[in-house]
Each structure stands twice: as C-alpha cells, then as structure tokens.
C-alpha cells in the first residue's frame, strides 16, 4: 500500500522557537495533502488542506500565520509551527491522497510528537 | 458545522467478547464514513463505506451504515487483546474531501 512518512517522529523544543515537520509520500503522488491535530486522549482535529502549487486551506480557527504550510512538490509537504508555545504541544499527522485514486483514499502518516517546553 | 459523535468513549471487554460501536455524524455533502483503528501512532484504515445496508467485512470485524439515520456501527466478534485500541470514525465530505473525525471509542480487551 501507499507509504506516508513523516519526520521528525518526536521535537521537544524551547517556547519560542520554530519547528518544521516534513510529511512525504514515498511511493506515489499526492497532489493534496492534510495536516490534523490531535491533543491526548482527543480525536483528529483537521487544520488546514494543502495542495500542491498552491496556497494551504485553513480550518476556522487555525491561524494561518502560526501554522505556515508549504506543499512545494507532489510528494512533499511541510508545517512549520512558529514561535511554538507549550499549548501547541501535541501530536501533528498528515494524510496524503493520491494524484489519480478515489477521492476517498487518504493515507495517513505516523505523526509527530511536539513538545513545547 | 460538520459534527461526528461516537459512543461509548471508552470500553472494557473480556477476551472473546462482541462489542458493538456506534458513529453518528451530522455532516454537510457526505460522501462516505470510514473507520480506522488507531493505536499509539497514526490510524489505520479499516473500512470505507458509502451505501446504505451493505454489510463490509474483515475478519471478525464488520460494519454497517445506515444513511437515513445517520448512523454507522462497527463489530469486533470474538475480541482478542489485540483488539485494544482507539477506534475512530471520520466522514468524508465536499470536494476537497475532509474528513471530520468523532472523539473516538477506546476499546480495553482483558485477559
């Protein structure tokens, strides 16, 4: 089946400072991509639709400029969480879907751990 | 606003056990209700289903969608430990295919 990866697997870093988690789909093309959040014991919460070419769609109240989303190639995503503060610790996944799949099939992948300090 | 409800939130069965969970969503341009078990990582696809009435089936896990209730149940007959998890059901909405996914049911099979 379609393989998602995402990297780094776990980020603890110092409030303040800026991470990026990369989510690639390695073995086919994903002209769109999703970022969910998940906060412990809470379901998959949708932050923003990414496509490729293109700029991401946000959900309400995901702001835009917190959560910068590039999706610069079919098979390359990437979330950079800026200025991060211990509330946006959490667990960051990304689902792709393929080019030319139904549009139900979105592969998932297996999330990053992010910890704000 | 797109809303997902599932029930119960959480579970403990004996090994061997049928369990029955519940999905019901009130969503603008469905599409489709998925399930998908998630242990410590990311989730795993389970089922998709789209029609009303058509039973899917996987092993000892099937499930059922009603469309005219808005409703979906998943059953795991004959548990096994490694049935524990959190079982998540999403419905696939609108063109850009979302998945708005309800607070899942954490499923507890003991020896």
């Known amino acids: 089946g379609a393989v998602v990866s995402q990297h780094p697997s776990r980020v603890i870093c110092k409030s303040g400072t800026s991470v990026k988690i990369e989510c690639r789909s390695l073995?086919?093309?994903?002209?769109?991509m999703f970022w969910y959040r998940q906060f412990p014991k809470q379901s998959l919460m949708l932050m923003a639709t990414s496509n490729e070419g293109s700029k991401a769609t946000y959900e309400q109240g995901v702001e835009k400029d917190k959560f910068l989303i590039n999706h610069a190639s079919l098979t390359l995503s990437t979330l950079t969480v800026t200025s991060a503060h211990p509330e946006d610790s959490s667990f960051y996944i990304c689902?792709?879907?393929?080019?030319?799949?139904?549009?139900?099939?979105?592969?998932f992948g297996p999330g990053t751990r992010l910890t704000v300090l | 606003e797109d809303k997902v409800v599932q029930s119960p939130l959480s579970l403990v069965v004996h090994e061997g056990d049928t369990v029955t969970l519940n999905c019901s969503y009130e969503v603008t341009n469905f599409r489709s209700l998925l399930w998908y078990k998630q242990e410590k990582k990311a989730p795993t696809f389970l089922f998709m289903l789209t029609s009303s009435g058509i039973e899917k089936k996987s092993g000892r896990l099937s499930s059922i969608l009603d469309k005219k209730e808005l409703f979906s149940i998943l059953n795991i007959t004959a548990t096994q430990t490694g049935d524990s998890a959190v079982y998540l059901c999403a419905a696939n909405t609108g063109t850009a295919s979302k998945l708005t996914f309800g607070t899942g049911t954490r499923l507890q099979v003991t020896l």
């Open positions: 689902s792709a879907r393929e080019a030319r799949a139904s549009d139900n099939e979105q592969f």
């Open positions: 073995d086919f093309q994903a002209t769109t």
